[in-house]
């Protein structure tokens, strides 16, 4: 799963990361709004942005689920 780091220092696992059970994160990359993108094997590509994940997979159109690495452009143009 995702951990974050919490206020006091500790690590805790992200709520959102349930959503990336059984996947492997390769690459995450900052966007410039705030945003983590994710690079994971079986997962495809991900956003994490305040408390929510986004997931981007075969079912969306892309060429496959085993993603190694993120460019981050801008917010809105990301290449896998």
Not at 45 to 70: C, E, I, N, P, Y
């Amino acid at each position: 799963g995702l951990h974050i780091r919490d206020t006091n220092g500790r690590w805790k696992r992200d709520p959102a990361s349930h959503a990336l059970e059984n996947c492997t994160v390769r690459a995450i990359r900052p966007a410039s709004d705030g945003a983590l993108w994710l690079a994971t094997d079986r997962c495809g590509t991900a956003r994490l942005h305040r408390g929510h994940l986004q997931r981007f997979t075969g079912q969306d159109g892309r060429l496959s689920d085993f993603v190694r690495d993120v460019h981050v452009v801008d917010p809105a143009t990301v290449w896998t």
